[in-house]
């Protein structure tokens, strides 16, 4: 059986970003998921168009990590950082940074995996240097962000007026 | 105002079903105050009331008609309000939805070389 869990998302404090999520697989596969480079070039992608054409990881304390996407319009984004804690199959700390950021500062990202009943929760948190990094993180996921944003404004404008409206100057 | 709490102001002034028609109106182009009261059983300074609300928001902003003093919509303040975590979350959506296509894959893969590896051993 297929099973999307709902992704839930919360800020905590002022610089963190916390995302939980039940994955329907035991906990070695969601840990294998995450840490082998062969399975993580399959899943960690951008939206339709990018790829993820270099994907290394030195999966030991202190080894080194690198992602590259490309779009399909030459477009290129990279990123990096280095693991600082491993435990199998539980837990990943590692720092992350992009080529060309757009917030200031190292990012340090943590993976927690806890297993119940055969599925498997998924604690993401990413701690920012600053409650501005976060912000622009927040504002601007990767290369998406402002013109989605005007994009979606309208639609909110029109579903808010529809529902706001005391005489009606909308048709159904 | 730091950007956190000028979220907070758009958040709050959103909150109000006649601010949000308000906001509504004057997507479709700038209005006088008159002309914004009229769709509304209020009084005009009901309205203005309101309209001080979304002004401090950064919502809405005056034309420069001395006569008419025409509001008009601010986009910037509620695209940030609208783009902020819904844009994140959605993201990081895509994402898990291929990771849990990737994780039956690997289910299935392990369940047959676990079959595999019992047939092998009964012999």
Same mark, same amino acid.
């Given at each position: ?11 905590? =404090? ?10 329907? %697989? ?24 990018? !790829? ?27 990123? =990096? ?27 340090? =990202? ?19 240097? !600053?409650?501005?990094?976060?912000? %622009? ?10 013109? %989605?944003?005007?994009?979606?404004? %309208? ?16 048709? !159904? | 105002? $730091? ?45 203005? $009331? ?16 001395? @006569? ?21 979350? @959605? ?18 893969? @392990?369940? $047959?070389?676990?079959? $595999? ?7």
């Amino acid at each position: 059986m297929k099973n999307t869990g709902t992704l839930k998302l919360t800020t905590r =404090g002022d610089r963190e970003i916390v995302m939980t999520r039940v994955f329907d %697989a035991p906990r070695s596969l969601v840990f294998e998921a995450f840490s082998k480079p062969e399975l993580v070039r399959q899943w960690l992608l951008g939206p339709p168009g990018w !790829s993820m054409p270099v994907c290394e990881i030195d999966f030991r304390v202190g080894g080194r990590y690198r992602y590259v996407w490309r779009h399909a319009n030459g477009q290129e984004m990279g990123m =990096g950082g280095v693991h600082r804690e491993i435990v199998v199959p539980e837990r990943i700390v590692a720092t992350e940074k992009f080529d060309e950021s757009w917030y200031p500062g190292e990012a340090v =990202g943590t993976i927690v995996l806890v297993e119940q009943g055969g599925k498997t929760a998924l604690t993401q948190t990413v701690l920012y240097e !600053s409650s501005e990094a976060r912000e %622009a993180v927040l504002k601007s996921p990767m290369e998406q962000g402002v013109t %989605a944003g005007y994009d979606r404004l %309208a639609e909110l404008l029109t579903s808010l007026g529809a529902s706001g409206m005391e005489k009606g100057t909308r048709e !159904s | 105002m $730091k950007n956190s709490q000028r979220l907070d102001a758009t958040f709050a002034a959103l909150a109000d079903p006649t601010r949000r028609a308000i906001l509504a109106r004057l997507a479709s182009g700038e209005a006088s105050v008159m002309e914004l009261t009229k769709p509304f059983a209020m009084t005009q300074p009901a309205i203005s $009331k309101h309209l001080k609300v979304l002004e401090r928001a950064g919502l809405i902003s005056r034309g420069r008609d001395a @006569q008419r003093r025409p509001r008009r919509l601010e986009a910037r303040p509620l695209a940030e309000a609208t783009g902020w975590l819904e844009g994140y979350r @959605q993201f990081w959506d895509g994402r898990f939805q291929r990771l849990d296509a990737l994780l039956e894959e690997l289910k299935t893969n @392990q369940l $047959k070389t676990n079959e $595999k590896r019992r047939t092998r051993s009964k012999r």
